[in-house]
């Protein structure tokens, strides 16, 4: 307890002398707030109000283009009615005296870094002992409470990180090394993470860290099942460590339908257990190759993107993390106070694009299509038909749409449509379209798949065998 009262008593971290050094840095040496700013420092890392104030000063005239120095510090700080707060004219002379090289400007800012990190390490420590404190004990409390607590721990990880110029040799350099090793990449060392799509993958080049990627359809046409393939293959291709966020679905039906796809036998059949001795040997080999996939489930009911963040995070530093996978984007929440849907779905996704720059992965979400398809002639989706908000295709890098025509048209129909046709196509059972209709960093196009519904397995057209995935 006397420990504790101690730890207490104790001012936070933090160093005055490096503060006032920066600052003193700043009015000596106007080219010393470029060292500065590349070093992400913030007002909000001083300790010192006074001295948070004159940086946030020189900072502004910075922004403007003028001159920073102690006559044009003052004057600025005078107009705002903070300089005899901060010590007046005297004090900015003591900072200019005292300093007589700005050359290690960006040294000091780091120790005013490493110390506000200490700081918000400390509130967040706080913040979270207080909520164990007044918490209850139930399971959903707690399950709150922790998550609560991974998101601050991320929020403070997060701080104060930026990344500089590389020049382009480097890139370069790194890309050679890769080609000379000879060996496979790992999902951590390749830059794009693959479908297992033959042509999708040709077309894409992969998904691309840091994309955000949109997989939508209307209901039942196969998203989940889409997408599922994608972690499958990216985990057993790559060995990429896959997160699965699923809010419509349990862990447990996802996991099902995988079991179906990698043992090829009815997903109906695996749910009622009706096996055959030679069904059952294939469903324990899938289970031996599912089993060891770096995949992991959340199917939390509620998802708030802080949730999100915080358990990617998590498995991040844990296990390595290189494709997110979330189904769906609709059903999650924000977890801030929108004045309507239209709003709290344009924050979901600008929160994803953010993740999947922030932790460097391609983040995969499905989100559902509007009516507005079914209700056109073609019945093939439209950007525009993109669900609850336009900002969706705006901050989404890839937006491929799945269609199939044997949903809009029976077989009956078909016949009588094309029985005049001289080259009469065969009706297109389990075809599917996969339309890629945004990709801003490449070309846009459709690419034909064939979908087993019963087995949940998306497989190239042409070339893949129907009974077993290639290569195996």
């Not at 004990?137 to 601050?152: G, K, N, P, R």
């Not at 951590?188 to 359809?217: E, H, N, S, Y």
């Not at 056109?376 to 749409?401: H, K």
């Not at 890629?436 to 070339?463: Q, S």
Request: aromatic share 6%; charged share 25%.
């Amino acid at each position: 307890m006397v420990a504790e009262t101690g730890l207490r008593d104790r001012l936070p971290p933090h160093d005055t002398d490096a503060e006032e050094a920066v600052i003193g840095s700043l009015l000596i040496d106007p080219e010393a707030v470029l060292e500065v700013l590349t070093s992400a420092l913030k007002a909000d890392d001083f300790f010192r109000e006074q001295n948070r104030w004159v940086y946030e000063t020189c900072l502004a005239l910075f922004d403007r283009g003028e001159t920073i120095n102690q006559i044009s510090v003052a004057h600025d700080l005078a107009r705002r009615g903070k300089l005899d707060d901060v010590g007046g004219p005297a004090y900015l002379s003591r900072l200019v005296t005292m300093l007589p090289t700005s050359i290690a400007a960006k040294h000091y800012a780091n120790i005013i870094q490493c110390d506000a990190i200490y700081r918000r390490l400390i509130g967040a420590a706080s913040h979270i002992v207080r909520k164990a404190h007044e918490s209850g004990a139930s399971s959903d409390e707690v399950t709150a409470v922790l998550s609560e607590a991974e998101a601050l721990i991320a929020s403070v990880r997060q701080t104060g990180t930026v990344r500089d110029f590389t020049h382009i040799k480097d890139l370069l350099g790194g890309y050679l090394d890769s080609i000379e090793a000879g060996a496979p990449l790992s999902a951590a060392q390749a830059r794009a993470i693959r479908t297992g799509f033959t042509d999708l993958d040709q077309l894409l080049g992969g998904l691309k860290r840091g994309d955000l990627v949109i997989v939508a359809a209307r209901p039942s046409l196969g998203k989940t099942s889409l997408v599922l393939n994608f972690a499958r293959n990216s985990a057993l291709g790559q060995n990429a460590t896959v997160a699965f966020f699923s809010i419509e679905m349990a862990a447990e039906q996802l996991v099902q339908r995988l079991l179906a796809t990698e043992s090829g036998i009815d997903s109906t059949r695996l749910t009622f257990g009706h096996h055959t001795d030679r069904e059952q040997r294939k469903v324990m080999q899938a289970m031996g190759v599912l089993g060891d996939l770096p995949v992991f489930f959340d199917d939390s009911a509620t998802l708030t993107m802080s949730d999100m963040r915080a358990k990617a995070k998590r498995l991040q530093l844990e296990r390595g993390l290189d494709l997110i996978v979330v189904d769906y984007l609709q059903l999650m929440s924000s977890g801030l106070r929108n004045e309507n849907r239209v709003q709290e779905v344009s924050a979901i996704s600008r929160s994803l694009k953010q993740l999947a720059r922030d932790l460097d992965v391609p983040v995969v979400a499905c989100s559902q299509l509007s009516r507005a398809s079914e209700t056109r002639a073609s019945n093939i989706p439209m950007l525009s038909d993109l669900r609850e908000s336009g900002s969706i295709e705006q901050d989404a890098d890839v937006v491929m749409f799945i269609y199939r025509e044997d949903r809009y048209v029976t077989r009956e129909q078909w016949e009588k449509d094309h029985s005049g046709d001289e080259k009469r196509r065969e009706y297109p059972a389990g075809i599917t379209q996969v339309i890629v209709a945004k990709h801003r960093n490449g070309p846009t196009g459709t690419i034909a798949m064939r979908f087993r519904d019963r087995i949940a397995r998306f497989e190239d057209l042409l070339t893949r065998p129907e009974s077993d995935w290639e290569g195996e």
